[in-house]
DNA sequence: GCGCCGTTAAAACAAGTGTTTAATAGACTG
DNA sequence: CAGTCTATTAAACACTTGTTTTAACGGCGC
């Protein structure tokens, strides 16, 4: 069971440790930012300015988005001057840049895919997987930040960190894979085993994405029904089910045109 | 196979038979628009002011959604004012819902689902059902704009006409499910057979809403087997499989907690 | 002619947007 | 204390957004 619940005292701690190696975006002209990096010049307990907008943006940015979230809106829940925004991070998009790093940086650390031991039998760990999946993609207000905020770029990448998410989502569909591999006896092709791996997300996917028509096409008195634990229970026999009668169906292959 | 070309004289004719009904929104304040409805002042071919606003805001949105496109850049296409706008249609918004309801009305009109006779088998159903959604969704930039239109409505719901695009997916939905109780010996619960649906549909939509996953996790050398087609027939051997198989993994039912 | 009416045009409006300036306060150093 | 550097502020800037005003145009009946 994975614990969602986003504990804010931790990120900012996370935040600051983050910010060590970072904090040097290309277009930081302001007189911040790079430097002598002087230790917190206050000593309370008290988290600095970019901290706090840092943890502030990450909230907002991953329920609205890059342009639908303002700078000042940032400012005003962070307490700060819109121009702190430039003086530590030069623009609005390299703030962005930098709140998806440290979601990156926040998820590695506390919420990696669950990495079974190799004892369990494969159908449980797609269903783990499936499982672990759907409730990320489902949470939605109730996930951590960090999870919206990938998700959202899963879903339209920006340009800038188009290969940071790849780089993020890319061991996750590797051990999908390898599960996929477990379950067939003889090895499949690379697209076979590309296509059957996308045929489980999609099923996954879906309940998100396209979570407004299914809102629409299920009874209100059959919602019950659509539960998380049902979905991933569906969505895993499904999956088994092809995989099991795949070989009689090669026959198959070009019967259309 | 499907016409998916766009003619845009049709799309004008199509446009004005569809005002005459319809183009009193609620807030339109304007001088014109509601009353005695003059039929066209100028007796010449050229279309008249509103034709060409909607003739110029449906691909406008369609591509670029509603807060993506500004009424500044529609009338500059369009060749007229900014407050032509305002006179004809009140508002943006109800401009946007009348463009949505153009496309709705376009769609219904040229390009209904297939409605197969009865005497070709099931999966033969199934493989054209498949294939003509992901010609929809992959179609793009080539698709006409009321498909662009409906897909990203689709996707995400105004609150406006969340109603209008839910009656125009129901039917499609519908006769996925009339092919899948077709292949199914024994009926199955109501709630699986929606699951089963989405389990397809969801198989489709990921190529659109994943679509960006997809470029990032298939090697460039693969590409070229992910085409319409082989996609399709993937989706459908992989659901055929699952249907056939389904019976014996009944009792995995409460295999998990 | 004249006024009427539907239509269009240019401009202004008010409220945003991201970004930048110039000034200020507060430390620490010489 | 003066000087310098960091940090922060209020205000302005330049621009875009949707919307509205005001005036002008053009055909029409009288």
Redesign the pocket.
């Known amino acids: 069971m994975l614990r969602i619940a986003c504990n804010s005292t931790r990120t900012r701690k996370l935040a600051n440790e983050f910010e060590q190696g970072r904090h040097t975006s290309r277009k930081n002209?302001g007189?911040?930012g790079d430097?002598?990096m002087?230790i917190h010049?206050t000593t309370s307990g008290e988290p600095?300015?970019?901290t706090r907008i840092l943890d502030v943006a990450g909230p907002l940015f991953a329920r609205s988005g890059f342009?639908g979230?303002?700078?000042?809106?940032i400012c005003r829940a962070a307490?700060?001057?819109?121009?702190?925004?430039?003086?530590?991070f030069?623009?609005?998009?390299s703030l962005y840049l930098e709140t998806v790093r440290l979601a990156r940086a926040l998820r590695a650390d506390r919420y990696p895919f669950p990495d079974w031991s190799d004892d369990s039998p494969a159908e449980n760990k797609l269903f783990e997987f499936v499982s672990a999946l759907l409730r990320r993609l489902m949470a939605g207000q109730a996930a951590p930040w960090s999870v919206q905020l990938l998700m959202r770029e899963l879903m339209e990448p920006s340009e800038a960190c188009r290969t940071l998410v790849a780089a993020h989502f890319q061991p996750v569909f590797e051990s999908l894979l390898n599960i996929i591999d477990q379950l067939t006896p003889q090895p499949l092709s690379r697209s076979e085993r590309l296509k059957v791996g996308f045929s489980i997300i999609g099923q996954c996917l879906h309940y998100r994405f396209g979570r407004e028509v299914v809102a629409l096409l299920v009874p209100e008195k059959l919602k019950n029904e659509f539960g998380i634990e049902q979905l991933a229970s569906h969505i895993t026999q499904f999956t088994l089910a092809a995989l099991r009668a795949d070989v009689d169906l090669e026959s198959l292959q070009n019967n259309h045109s």
């Open positions: 002209r007189r911040g430097g002598k002087t010049p600095d300015t970019k342009t979230t303002t700078v000042r809106e307490g700060v001057n819109v121009a702190s925004i430039k003086y530590y030069g623009d609005k998009e």
